[in-house]
């Protein structure tokens, strides 16, 4: 069983940057691949990108590479999002995943989920 604890988010102005921070408890950190998805107020839930267990394999979805970069720290057990130039349609609630599969962008493809939090940009 992994259990996630995210911090972090808040309001930012448009162009602004916020680091997401996800904690997992238990061993083993370095044997799940991380994601990152959000889900914006009415829509479902989408891919923003992964990591693999070692850290050293990256993946994004289109509308955020470049902009986002996601990181782990294996000793601390966590994984974390910088966002950087950030948009008004980055406007989400965002959730930290663990799973089995590298490369995985599909909610369904990871096993344990974060709480969320509210990632707000305004123009």
């Known amino acids: 069983q992994v259990q996630l604890v995210q911090s972090g988010g808040g309001l930012v102005q448009a162009g602004g940057s916020l680091r997401l921070s996800c904690a997992a408890s238990?061993?083993?950190?370095?044997?799940?691949?991380m994601g990152w998805f959000r889900q914006p107020p009415e829509k479902e839930r989408e891919f923003v990108a992964g990591?693999?267990?070692?850290?050293?394999?990256?993946y994004y979805a289109d509308s955020v590479k470049g902009r986002f970069t996601i990181s782990r720290d294996n000793p601390k057990n966590t994984v974390y999002l910088q966002m950087n130039s950030l948009k008004p349609e980055d406007t989400a609630v965002y959730f930290c995943?663990?799973?089995?599969?590298?490369?995985?962008?599909?909610?369904?493809?990871?096993?344990?989920w974060g709480q969320g939090t509210q990632v707000t940009v305004s123009s």
């Open positions: 995943a663990a799973g089995a599969g590298v490369g995985a962008k599909l909610p369904g493809d990871y096993d344990y």
């Open positions: 238990g061993r083993m950190f370095s044997r799940f691949a």
């Open positions: 990591i693999s267990g070692s850290g050293g394999r990256t």
